[in-house]
């Protein structure tokens, strides 16, 4: 019941901007009834300039691990988004995974008095902090992918992280016909990830008790330390058949170890969320399992739909006391952008050089380079 009412809330949502879109593109010389001043309000706010930000409104993705492939996608739809709305977007992010880096990054861009920013939070307590620190400021905070729920962002948009995890373990199952070893990696303290794991695991042993979960070990996003940690395990359990990643970047490292374990061939069925173009690479050779894609795009022009009417509150007209409380009038808890399994049969899609040139592009760079109103 809970899931069906986040979802409506994310419904609603994407509702609310097509409807006013629609209305607005109508004849603006239209007036309301000169007799009903209320009437002629809500006219008012229903032109499309409603939708269009200022030219000096700028929001901000804020990322660790820059370089990682996953975050392209997404700040596209943030892009796109923003162009569609008239704002400045920009994007940010830390080289490495460390939560207090990426809190340095985040204050960077609060010191330019940003409008919004778009966060992925390496650990939902790093940000509480931070995250009321932008509050304070006036500054809108939505977070994807992972979330500080603590905390007072106004939106989380995400796949449905239990049923990437729920999706991983049902596929592994039928591959190896309810019975074999598995293993499962982690990265501590990143909550869409430990949904993950923990929904796998949860899955195996309520629904194929003879699938044995023999290890979980941790990878910190690190291919080489996934590669060892996968070639131990094995040692220990020789029946081991396969392994799941919450990430893509890990994946390989097990892919890696799988390959070797079988002489060239795949010995283990390796199964991770996300992907990149290792990934892909191994998909195609036959020599991965298969990877659970969320819709990275529609992640991103979301948030930024979020970011955009958690600042704009003026042209909402919610049925509630927040307002008369002081709160931001824009509370979506938890909306959900979709996701797709990716195979060898349709790998194809996934490779960021056939996404450049689908959206026009010439490379990532240009693809993570900044829009900026003119």
Not at 33 to 54: I, M, R, V
Not at 227 to 241: E, G, I, N, R
Not at 276 to 292: G, M, P
Request: hydrophobic share 40%; aromatic share 8%; with cysteine.
């Amino acid at each position: 019941m809970r899931k069906k009412f986040r979802k409506l809330i994310c419904l609603l949502a994407t509702c609310t901007l097509l409807a006013v879109s629609v209305v607005g593109c109508g004849d603006e010389n239209v007036k309301a009834d000169t007799g009903d001043s209320q009437n002629a309000k809500s006219a008012e706010k229903t032109q499309a300039s409603d939708l269009k930000g200022k030219s000096d409104e700028a929001y901000y993705m804020c990322v660790p691990i820059s370089g990682v492939e996953y975050w392209f996608p997404v700040f596209q739809g943030m892009k796109d988004a923003a162009k569609a709305l008239g704002v400045n977007c920009y994007y940010m992010g830390t080289p490495e995974y460390d939560a207090a880096k990426q809190v340095e990054v985040f204050d960077q861009i609060l010191a330019m008095e940003p409008t919004g920013i778009l966060v992925h939070p390496i650990t939902a307590e790093s940000f509480v902090d931070p995250i009321q620190r932008a509050a304070d400021e006036g500054v809108q905070i939505v977070t994807f992918a992972a979330d500080s729920p603590d905390s007072v962002r106004t939106a989380y948009v995400t796949s449905d992280n239990t049923k990437e995890g729920n999706t991983a373990a049902e596929n592994i199952a039928k591959e190896l016909n309810g019975k074999g070893e598995v293993m499962v990696m982690r990265n501590p303290g990143q909550t869409n990830h430990e949904t993950r794991c923990d929904s796998f695991v949860a899955y195996m042993e309520e629904n194929y008790p003879d699938i044995k979960v023999v290890a979980e070990e941790i990878s910190g996003q690190d291919a080489d330390k996934t590669y060892q940690s996968v070639m131990t395990v094995a040692q220990a359990h020789p029946d081991l058949t396969a392994v799941f990643t919450p990430e893509a970047t890990s994946a390989v490292g097990a892919a890696q170890a799988g390959i070797e374990l079988g002489g060239g061939e795949q010995k283990l069925l390796v199964s991770c969320c996300d992907t990149s173009e290792q990934v892909l690479d191994l998909l195609k050779e036959d020599q991965f399992f298969a990877a659970i894609a969320p819709d990275q795009y529609l992640q991103g022009y979301i948030a930024m739909l979020n970011l955009f009417f958690s600042a704009h509150n003026e042209i909402l007209n919610p049925m509630n006391s927040r307002a008369d409380d002081g709160e931001n009038l824009w509370q979506v808890p938890y909306c959900d952008n979709g996701l797709s399994i990716v195979t060898k049969e349709n790998a194809d899609s996934f490779y960021m050089s056939n996404y450049c040139e689908k959206v026009g592009v010439a490379d990532t760079d240009e693809m993570l380079s900044a829009y900026e109103v003119k």
